[in-house]
């Protein structure tokens, strides 16, 4: 059986007897609003890499990722800086993974790309890097973003992206490009970071400069896999630009009512997560609306197996009123 169908079936039984448990009694009701706290990992320096650098004809196409876990970056301080020994251009950058396109004003003359940021003894550069025009072949994904009609917070089951892209053919070799995509459960790749999609759709490209939609990507914690590919008329396959990306974060926390004394209610959390998050819950127990007690829940970030990706813990009041109606929020 697969791992999805596995967890389906898991959960479907779960579901199913939390259920029946819960019909035999109506003291207290179970409100799920999560509240989760997502703890750090130890601090690290701050840091950056360029992820693509590349000229597509006159355009230096790049995606760079900034991380800054220990938080040394003053705000707003953080650019790409390109230079060429006849001009020098700034452009704001945000942390994590950006992209942008730059005109080569000087098609002869060698451009380098700086990433810098201040933090707090003037102004350190974390990364750079060097590129010139091409006169061959060459293509890049120049941006990726999600659908800005999609509402998050109405949990949508599938997700849609606008990929751009760009390329150039001065020696006309190519007999047609194709985007292509694939997605995985990022809970596989935990257990193998090595995997990929088994299978991709594709899209044609047909303009120099592009936009193309992906869609029904699953809205439940999976990485997306965008390869650009030109077929060339000499049988040849290039891979112009690939690259990843997650979908929104989400963590599935419930509550169930399991146990119901005359002055006590026991409740079953559950909480699923990736293996390199912390996290910390609190159940609140009210009565009208005045809380009376709360319960902390912590999960610590599990190893990489997938088996122990699933917890449930019992969560317990004591001490409650008979015949009173209590409501447990998570």
């Keep these: 059986m697969s791992l999805e169908k596995f967890k389906k079936q898991r959960d479907e039984n779960l579901r199913r007897e939390m259920i029946s ?53 003053t705000e707003g301080s953080l650019k790409v800086v390109i230079e060429s020994p006849y001009e020098r251009y700034e452009e704001p950058l945000e ?66 992206y606008k990929i751009s892209t760009l390329y150039d053919d001065p020696q006309s070799v190519v007999s047609n490009l194709t985007l292509e995509y694939g997605y995985l459960s990022s809970y596989y790749l935990e257990y193998d970071p090595e995997a990929q999609p088994e299978s991709y759709a594709s899209i044609p490209i047909t303009s120099l400069s592009q936009d193309s939609w992906i869609e029904n990507i699953p809205n439940f914690n999976y990485v997306v896999f965008i390869r650009f590919v030109a077929y060339l008329s000499d049988s040849q396959v290039v891979i112009l630009d690939s690259l990843q990306f997650a979908t929104p974060f989400i963590l599935s926390a419930s509550i169930y009512q399991t146990n119901l004394g005359s002055d006590f209610v026991e409740f079953s959390f559950f909480a699923e997560q990736t293996s390199k998050i912390h996290a910390a819950f609190m159940v609140n127990l009210y009565k009208d609306e005045t809380l009376v007690d709360h319960k902390n829940v912590e999960i610590a970030a599990s190893s990489s197996s997938m088996e122990q990706d699933y917890h449930e813990i019992i969560i317990r009041f004591d001490n409650l009123t008979p015949e009173t109606t209590y409501q447990a929020i998570l």
Excluded: C, W
Aim: proline share 3%; net charge neutral; hydrophobic share 50%.
């Design 21 to 73: 448990k819960m019909l035999a009694s109506f003291a207290v009701t179970a409100v799920v609003v999560v509240a989760v706290v997502v703890n750090a990992a130890p601090a690290e320096p701050a840091a950056a890499r360029f992820l693509l650098l590349s000229a597509v004809s006159t355009e230096i196409v790049y995606r760079v990722n900034v991380s800054d876990p220990g938080l040394t970056i």
């Design 95 to 160: 942390l994590g993974t950006s992209s942008g396109i730059h005109q080569m004003v000087y098609q002869n003359s060698e451009y380098t790309l700086f990433i810098k940021a201040k933090m707090g003894f003037g102004e350190e550069t974390l990364a750079k890097k060097s590129v010139v025009a091409s006169t061959t072949l060459s293509g890049a994904v120049t941006n990726f973003a999600l659908d800005e009609n999609i509402d998050l917070t109405t949990n949508p089951q599938q997700l849609r």
